[in-house]
Protein backbone atom coordinates (compact mmCIF):
# COMPACT_ATOMS: atom_id res chain seq x y z
CA UNK A 1 0.00 0.00 0.00
CA UNK A 2 1.59 3.68 -1.10
CA UNK A 3 1.28 6.14 1.83
CA UNK A 4 1.31 9.65 1.18
CA UNK A 5 4.71 11.28 1.07
CA UNK A 6 3.46 14.24 3.32
CA UNK A 7 2.24 13.07 7.10
CA UNK A 8 -1.79 13.64 6.65
CA UNK A 9 -1.41 14.31 10.68
CA UNK A 10 1.03 17.15 10.57
CA UNK A 11 2.01 17.36 7.17
CA UNK A 12 5.33 17.28 7.60
CA UNK A 13 7.81 15.05 5.28
CA UNK A 14 8.04 11.42 6.29
CA UNK A 15 9.09 9.85 3.43
CA UNK A 16 5.99 7.75 2.27
CA UNK A 17 6.58 6.16 5.95
CA UNK A 18 2.77 4.59 7.42
CA UNK A 19 3.76 6.29 10.73
CA UNK A 20 5.65 9.61 10.71
CA UNK A 21 8.84 9.97 13.01
CA UNK A 22 7.53 13.50 13.99
CA UNK A 23 3.75 13.23 15.39
CA UNK A 24 3.28 9.77 15.23
CA UNK A 25 0.36 9.66 13.23
CA UNK A 26 -0.58 6.30 11.35
CA UNK A 27 -1.38 6.42 8.00
CA UNK A 28 -2.22 2.59 7.53
CA UNK A 29 -4.73 2.64 10.52
CA UNK A 30 -8.38 1.60 9.45
CA UNK A 31 -9.93 4.69 8.63
CA UNK A 32 -13.87 5.09 8.69
CA UNK A 33 -15.62 5.12 5.22
CA UNK A 34 -17.53 8.26 5.76
CA UNK A 35 -14.22 10.20 6.25
CA UNK A 36 -12.62 11.87 2.97
CA UNK A 37 -9.80 10.09 2.18
CA UNK A 38 -6.02 11.03 2.61
CA UNK A 39 -4.07 13.38 0.31
CA UNK A 40 -7.78 14.21 -1.94
CA UNK A 41 -7.42 17.95 -2.97
CA UNK A 42 -10.41 20.27 -2.25
CA UNK A 43 -11.61 23.12 -3.25
CA UNK A 44 -8.43 23.08 -6.01
CA UNK A 45 -5.73 23.82 -3.70
CA UNK A 46 -6.34 22.19 0.07
CA UNK A 47 -5.12 18.95 0.39
CA UNK A 48 -7.09 16.61 3.01
CA UNK A 49 -5.06 15.30 6.17
CA UNK A 50 -6.62 13.62 9.59
CA UNK A 51 -9.63 14.10 11.16
CA UNK A 52 -9.84 16.65 13.56
CA UNK A 53 -11.11 15.37 16.94
CA UNK A 54 -14.53 13.88 17.13
CA UNK A 55 -16.94 14.60 14.48
CA UNK A 56 -20.23 15.52 15.35
CA UNK A 57 -23.58 15.10 13.92
CA UNK A 58 -23.61 17.58 11.54
CA UNK A 59 -20.00 17.78 9.70
CA UNK A 60 -16.55 16.75 10.11
CA UNK A 61 -13.80 18.62 10.60
CA UNK A 62 -10.13 17.95 8.83
CA UNK A 63 -6.61 19.30 9.11
CA UNK A 64 -5.93 20.29 5.54
CA UNK A 65 -2.92 21.75 3.20
CA UNK A 66 -3.28 24.99 1.26
CA UNK A 67 -1.04 23.83 -1.35
CA UNK A 68 -0.84 27.97 -2.39
CA UNK A 69 -0.15 29.27 0.58
CA UNK A 70 1.90 26.03 1.91
CA UNK A 71 0.15 26.12 5.60
CA UNK A 72 -1.98 23.70 7.62
CA UNK A 73 -5.78 24.74 7.91
CA UNK A 74 -9.17 23.37 9.11
CA UNK A 75 -11.72 22.37 7.18
CA UNK A 76 -15.21 21.49 8.23
CA UNK A 77 -17.38 19.91 6.10
CA UNK A 78 -21.41 19.81 6.23
CA UNK A 79 -22.26 16.47 6.28
CA UNK A 80 -25.54 15.41 8.58
CA UNK A 81 -25.19 11.94 9.33
CA UNK A 82 -28.90 11.80 9.77
CA UNK A 83 -29.68 12.99 6.50
CA UNK A 84 -26.96 12.27 3.98
CA UNK A 85 -24.43 9.74 3.33
CA UNK A 86 -20.56 9.32 1.42
CA UNK A 87 -21.15 8.02 -1.93
CA UNK A 88 -19.78 4.04 -1.57
CA UNK A 89 -16.12 4.31 -3.06
CA UNK A 90 -15.99 8.15 -3.76
CA UNK A 91 -16.50 11.76 -2.35
CA UNK A 92 -19.89 13.27 -2.99
CA UNK A 93 -22.33 13.70 -0.68
CA UNK A 94 -26.18 12.40 -1.37
CA UNK A 95 -29.27 12.45 0.23
CA UNK A 96 -30.66 9.04 0.09
CA UNK A 97 -34.64 9.73 1.06
CA UNK A 98 -36.50 12.38 -1.11
CA UNK A 99 -38.28 13.37 1.48
CA UNK A 100 -34.92 15.28 3.61
CA UNK A 101 -34.25 16.91 0.78
CA UNK A 102 -34.97 19.94 1.64
CA UNK A 103 -34.27 19.50 5.38
CA UNK A 104 -30.86 18.71 4.22
CA UNK A 105 -30.60 22.25 1.67
CA UNK A 106 -31.59 24.12 4.36
CA UNK A 107 -29.26 22.83 6.81
CA UNK A 108 -26.61 23.49 3.99
CA UNK A 109 -28.02 27.51 4.16
CA UNK A 110 -27.39 26.85 7.70
CA UNK A 111 -23.87 26.20 7.03
CA UNK A 112 -22.90 28.97 4.69
CA UNK A 113 -24.48 31.15 6.83
CA UNK A 114 -22.20 30.02 9.55
CA UNK A 115 -18.88 31.01 7.49
CA UNK A 116 -20.51 34.51 6.32
CA UNK A 117 -21.03 35.28 10.38
CA UNK A 118 -17.81 34.22 11.44
CA UNK A 119 -16.19 35.91 7.96
CA UNK A 120 -17.65 38.88 9.54
CA UNK A 121 -15.55 38.92 12.55
CA UNK A 122 -12.24 39.77 12.89
CA UNK A 123 -10.69 39.46 16.82
CA UNK A 124 -8.36 37.45 17.90
CA UNK A 125 -10.37 35.44 20.06
CA UNK A 126 -12.88 34.77 17.47
CA UNK A 127 -11.76 31.74 15.01
CA UNK A 128 -11.02 33.22 11.26
CA UNK A 129 -12.56 32.09 8.22
CA UNK A 130 -10.31 31.86 5.18
CA UNK A 131 -12.93 30.78 2.71
CA UNK A 132 -15.41 29.07 1.90
CA UNK A 133 -16.57 26.63 -1.17
CA UNK A 134 -19.43 24.06 -2.28
CA UNK A 135 -18.20 20.89 -4.06
CA UNK A 136 -19.31 17.22 -4.19
CA UNK A 137 -22.68 17.86 -3.00
CA UNK A 138 -21.88 19.96 0.23
CA UNK A 139 -20.27 22.95 0.82
CA UNK A 140 -16.82 23.23 3.24
CA UNK A 141 -15.38 25.65 5.27
CA UNK A 142 -11.78 26.88 5.75
CA UNK A 143 -10.61 28.57 8.74
CA UNK A 144 -7.12 28.99 10.40
CA UNK A 145 -5.82 25.92 11.96
CA UNK A 146 -4.40 26.20 15.81
CA UNK A 147 -1.73 24.11 17.68
CA UNK A 148 -3.43 23.17 20.85
CA UNK A 149 -6.61 21.74 22.69
CA UNK A 150 -9.77 22.16 23.03
CA UNK A 151 -10.44 23.66 26.82
CA UNK A 152 -12.61 20.76 27.58
CA UNK A 153 -10.24 17.99 26.38
CA UNK A 154 -7.64 20.17 28.51
CA UNK A 155 -9.82 20.15 31.86
CA UNK A 156 -9.83 16.19 31.64
CA UNK A 157 -6.65 15.84 31.12
CA UNK A 158 -5.98 17.47 34.37
CA UNK A 159 -5.52 15.19 37.94
CA UNK A 160 -9.21 16.51 39.93
CA UNK A 161 -10.65 18.06 36.17
CA UNK A 162 -10.75 21.72 37.90
CA UNK A 163 -8.95 24.67 38.49
CA UNK A 164 -8.69 27.47 40.67
CA UNK A 165 -11.09 30.27 40.15
CA UNK A 166 -8.20 32.93 39.47
CA UNK A 167 -6.62 30.51 36.79
CA UNK A 168 -10.52 29.96 35.10
CA UNK A 169 -11.09 33.80 35.07
CA UNK A 170 -7.63 35.08 33.10
CA UNK A 171 -8.38 31.59 30.90
CA UNK A 172 -12.59 32.58 30.67
CA UNK A 173 -10.91 36.59 30.19
CA UNK A 174 -10.10 36.59 26.51
CA UNK A 175 -12.72 34.24 25.88
CA UNK A 176 -15.58 37.07 27.10
CA UNK A 177 -13.70 40.14 25.42
CA UNK A 178 -14.04 38.37 22.18
CA UNK A 179 -17.70 37.51 23.02
CA UNK A 180 -18.68 41.21 23.58
CA UNK A 181 -17.10 41.88 20.48
CA UNK A 182 -19.55 38.93 19.04
CA UNK A 183 -22.32 40.67 20.41
CA UNK A 184 -21.47 43.94 19.36
CA UNK A 185 -21.91 43.09 15.72
CA UNK A 186 -24.89 42.01 16.04
CA UNK A 187 -24.75 37.99 17.00
CA UNK A 188 -25.34 35.31 19.71
CA UNK A 189 -23.71 32.34 19.62
CA UNK A 190 -25.62 30.33 21.40
CA UNK A 191 -23.17 27.31 22.20
CA UNK A 192 -20.61 28.26 24.62
CA UNK A 193 -19.21 25.29 25.93
CA UNK A 194 -15.56 23.65 26.98
CA UNK A 195 -15.41 21.97 23.35
CA UNK A 196 -16.18 25.19 21.71
CA UNK A 197 -13.26 26.96 23.33
CA UNK A 198 -10.02 26.21 22.33
CA UNK A 199 -6.58 26.70 23.71
CA UNK A 200 -4.22 27.61 21.19
CA UNK A 201 0.01 27.23 21.76
CA UNK A 202 1.04 30.26 23.24
CA UNK A 203 -1.86 31.14 25.43
CA UNK A 204 -4.66 32.50 23.31
CA UNK A 205 -8.31 31.53 23.79
CA UNK A 206 -10.08 31.06 20.59
CA UNK A 207 -14.15 31.00 20.38
CA UNK A 208 -15.25 28.49 18.10
CA UNK A 209 -17.95 26.67 16.02
CA UNK A 210 -21.01 29.36 15.12
CA UNK A 211 -22.85 26.55 13.92
CA UNK A 212 -25.59 27.36 16.01
CA UNK A 213 -25.30 31.48 16.36
CA UNK A 214 -28.50 33.58 15.51
CA UNK A 215 -28.90 37.38 14.37
CA UNK A 216 -29.54 39.96 16.86
CA UNK A 217 -32.09 42.75 16.01
CA UNK A 218 -32.15 46.00 18.68
CA UNK A 219 -30.57 43.51 21.14
CA UNK A 220 -32.78 40.71 20.84
CA UNK A 221 -32.53 37.05 19.30
CA UNK A 222 -34.78 36.86 16.33
CA UNK A 223 -36.40 33.26 15.69
CA UNK A 224 -34.15 30.71 16.18
CA UNK A 225 -34.10 28.24 13.10
CA UNK A 226 -33.49 25.37 15.94
CA UNK A 227 -33.77 24.96 19.49
CA UNK A 228 -29.79 24.51 20.36
CA UNK A 229 -29.05 22.36 23.53
CA UNK A 230 -25.66 21.26 25.13
CA UNK A 231 -26.59 19.90 28.28
CA UNK A 232 -25.37 21.53 31.30
CA UNK A 233 -24.23 24.37 29.29
CA UNK A 234 -27.81 25.99 27.62
CA UNK A 235 -29.72 28.49 29.66
CA UNK A 236 -33.56 28.03 29.92
CA UNK A 237 -34.50 29.94 26.97
CA UNK A 238 -32.82 28.04 24.94
CA UNK A 239 -34.99 25.11 25.20
CA UNK A 240 -38.09 26.79 23.35
CA UNK A 241 -38.10 27.82 19.93
CA UNK A 242 -39.47 31.10 20.51
CA UNK A 243 -38.01 32.32 23.66
CA UNK A 244 -36.10 35.30 24.39
CA UNK A 245 -32.55 35.35 23.76
CA UNK A 246 -30.04 37.29 23.70
CA UNK A 247 -26.30 38.22 25.16
CA UNK A 248 -27.41 37.00 28.73
CA UNK A 249 -27.77 33.85 27.15
CA UNK A 250 -24.56 33.75 26.08
CA UNK A 251 -23.18 34.85 29.45
CA UNK A 252 -25.10 31.39 30.86
CA UNK A 253 -23.10 29.30 28.51
CA UNK A 254 -19.82 31.19 30.02
CA UNK A 255 -21.12 30.59 33.55
CA UNK A 256 -21.64 27.31 33.19
CA UNK A 257 -17.94 26.84 31.42
CA UNK A 258 -16.67 29.11 34.82
CA UNK A 259 -18.65 26.71 37.32
CA UNK A 260 -17.47 23.20 35.30
CA UNK A 261 -13.38 24.30 35.47
CA UNK A 262 -13.64 24.78 38.94
CA UNK A 263 -16.02 22.47 39.77
CA UNK A 264 -14.85 19.77 37.99
CA UNK A 265 -18.14 18.84 36.56
CA UNK A 266 -20.71 20.43 34.48
CA UNK A 267 -23.84 22.14 36.02
CA UNK A 268 -26.95 20.42 35.90
CA UNK A 269 -29.25 21.07 32.75
CA UNK A 270 -31.48 24.02 33.04
CA UNK A 271 -34.64 22.26 33.06
CA UNK A 272 -33.90 20.01 36.10
CA UNK A 273 -33.12 23.95 38.09
CA UNK A 274 -36.51 24.50 37.69
CA UNK A 275 -38.78 24.13 40.94
CA UNK A 276 -36.26 23.48 43.31
CA UNK A 277 -32.67 24.18 42.30
CA UNK A 278 -30.07 21.56 42.91
CA UNK A 279 -27.23 24.75 42.64
CA UNK A 280 -28.75 25.83 46.09
CA UNK A 281 -27.22 22.97 47.57
CA UNK A 282 -23.97 23.06 45.98
CA UNK A 283 -21.04 24.50 48.17
CA UNK A 284 -18.93 27.11 45.98
CA UNK A 285 -15.26 27.55 45.82
CA UNK A 286 -13.57 31.14 46.03
CA UNK A 287 -14.87 34.16 48.07
CA UNK A 288 -18.34 35.01 48.70
CA UNK A 289 -17.92 37.52 46.06
CA UNK A 290 -16.71 35.10 43.12
CA UNK A 291 -19.47 32.74 44.55
CA UNK A 292 -22.24 35.56 44.13
CA UNK A 293 -20.91 36.23 40.48
CA UNK A 294 -21.05 33.04 39.41
CA UNK A 295 -24.43 32.42 40.94
CA UNK A 296 -25.74 35.44 39.12
CA UNK A 297 -24.63 33.71 35.55
CA UNK A 298 -25.79 30.87 36.03
CA UNK A 299 -29.24 32.63 37.10
CA UNK A 300 -32.02 30.66 35.15
CA UNK A 301 -34.17 33.54 34.28
CA UNK A 302 -32.70 36.03 31.79
CA UNK A 303 -33.34 39.27 33.20
CA UNK A 304 -31.77 37.83 36.25
CA UNK A 305 -28.44 37.53 34.75
CA UNK A 306 -25.66 40.11 33.88
CA UNK A 307 -27.00 41.45 30.40
CA UNK A 308 -23.97 41.56 28.60
CA UNK A 309 -20.42 39.53 28.52
CA UNK A 310 -18.11 42.73 29.49
CA UNK A 311 -20.62 43.31 32.59
CA UNK A 312 -20.04 39.58 33.33
CA UNK A 313 -16.58 39.80 32.92
CA UNK A 314 -15.86 43.18 34.71
CA UNK A 315 -17.66 41.62 37.76
CA UNK A 316 -15.95 38.40 37.61
CA UNK A 317 -12.39 40.36 38.11
CA UNK A 318 -13.54 42.74 40.32
CA UNK A 319 -14.57 39.75 42.33
CA UNK A 320 -11.31 38.05 42.41
CA UNK A 321 -9.32 41.45 42.58
CA UNK A 322 -8.32 40.89 39.09
CA UNK A 323 -9.10 44.32 37.36
CA UNK A 324 -5.25 45.61 37.56
CA UNK A 325 -4.00 42.94 35.34
CA UNK A 326 -6.72 42.43 32.36
CA UNK A 327 -4.51 44.24 30.26
CA UNK A 328 -1.50 43.00 30.78
CA UNK A 329 -2.86 39.25 31.02
CA UNK A 330 -4.82 40.02 27.34
CA UNK A 331 -1.31 41.08 25.89
CA UNK A 332 0.41 38.46 26.99
CA UNK A 333 -2.38 35.86 25.33
CA UNK A 334 -0.99 36.38 21.65
CA UNK A 335 -0.68 33.77 19.36
CA UNK A 336 2.57 31.48 18.92
CA UNK A 337 2.74 29.67 15.31
CA UNK A 338 4.21 26.47 15.23
CA UNK A 339 6.33 25.27 12.55
CA UNK A 340 4.44 24.72 9.27
CA UNK A 341 6.47 21.17 9.63
CA UNK A 342 7.49 18.74 11.70
CA UNK A 343 6.10 18.91 14.91
CA UNK A 344 7.57 16.65 17.33
CA UNK A 345 5.31 14.81 19.68
CA UNK A 346 7.35 14.96 23.16
CA UNK A 347 8.35 11.35 24.58
CA UNK A 348 8.55 12.55 27.87
CA UNK A 349 8.12 15.55 30.55
CA UNK A 350 5.74 17.21 32.44
CA UNK A 351 2.00 16.21 32.04
CA UNK A 352 -0.60 18.26 31.22
CA UNK A 353 -1.78 18.12 34.33
CA UNK A 354 1.19 18.83 36.06
CA UNK A 355 1.85 21.49 34.00
CA UNK A 356 -1.78 23.01 34.56
CA UNK A 357 -1.26 22.36 38.71
CA UNK A 358 2.21 24.32 38.40
CA UNK A 359 0.36 26.79 36.25
CA UNK A 360 -2.60 27.69 39.06
CA UNK A 361 0.22 27.70 42.06
CA UNK A 362 1.79 30.44 40.15
CA UNK A 363 -0.92 32.63 39.55
CA UNK A 364 -2.21 32.25 43.13
CA UNK A 365 1.39 32.77 44.99
CA UNK A 366 3.42 35.72 42.92
CA UNK A 367 3.04 38.53 42.53
CA UNK A 368 4.77 39.38 39.25
CA UNK A 369 1.97 39.29 37.26
CA UNK A 370 3.53 39.63 33.59
CA UNK A 371 5.65 36.79 34.83
CA UNK A 372 2.27 34.37 36.44
CA UNK A 373 0.84 35.19 32.83
CA UNK A 374 3.79 33.71 31.12
CA UNK A 375 3.93 30.67 33.47
CA UNK A 376 0.26 30.07 32.41
CA UNK A 377 1.05 30.14 28.63
CA UNK A 378 3.94 27.95 29.05
CA UNK A 379 2.07 25.22 31.12
CA UNK A 380 -0.83 25.43 28.42
CA UNK A 381 1.75 24.98 25.70
CA UNK A 382 3.30 21.53 27.32
CA UNK A 383 -0.12 20.32 28.35
CA UNK A 384 -1.82 21.00 24.92
CA UNK A 385 1.22 19.26 22.98
CA UNK A 386 0.79 16.13 25.16
CA UNK A 387 -2.67 15.65 24.43
CA UNK A 388 -2.56 16.67 21.27
CA UNK A 389 0.10 13.96 20.71
CA UNK A 390 -2.12 11.53 22.25
CA UNK A 391 -5.48 12.63 20.05
CA UNK A 392 -3.36 11.92 17.05
CA UNK A 393 -2.15 8.58 17.96
CA UNK A 394 -5.61 7.59 18.83
CA UNK A 395 -6.94 5.00 16.27
CA UNK A 396 -9.40 6.46 13.80
CA UNK A 397 -8.70 9.71 14.45
Known amino acids: MAHQKHCPGCFANKNSLAVCPYCGYDESAPRHPLYLPHGLTIGEHYRVGRVLGQPGGFGISYLAWDIHLQQRVAIKEYLPRDLARRVEGGVDVVVPEAAQRADYDAGLEHFLREARVIARLDHPNIVRVRNFFRAHGTAYLVMDFYEGVSLGDYLSGLPDGSVEPAAAA ?45 ALREGQAGAAPTVVLSEGFAPLEQYQRHAEQGAWSDVYGVAAT ?82 AAAPVAPEGGTSGGAAAAAATEALATRGDLRRASRLIAAALLVGAAMIAAALWLRPGC
Open 258 to 339: LYRMVMGMAPPPALDRVGQDPLDEVRLPGNRSFQAVLRRGLALRGEDRFRSAQAFRQALFEALGLLEITDAVTREYEAVDAP
Open 170 to 214: RLLGPVLLGLSFVHEHGIVHRDIKPHNIYLATGGRAILLDFGSAA
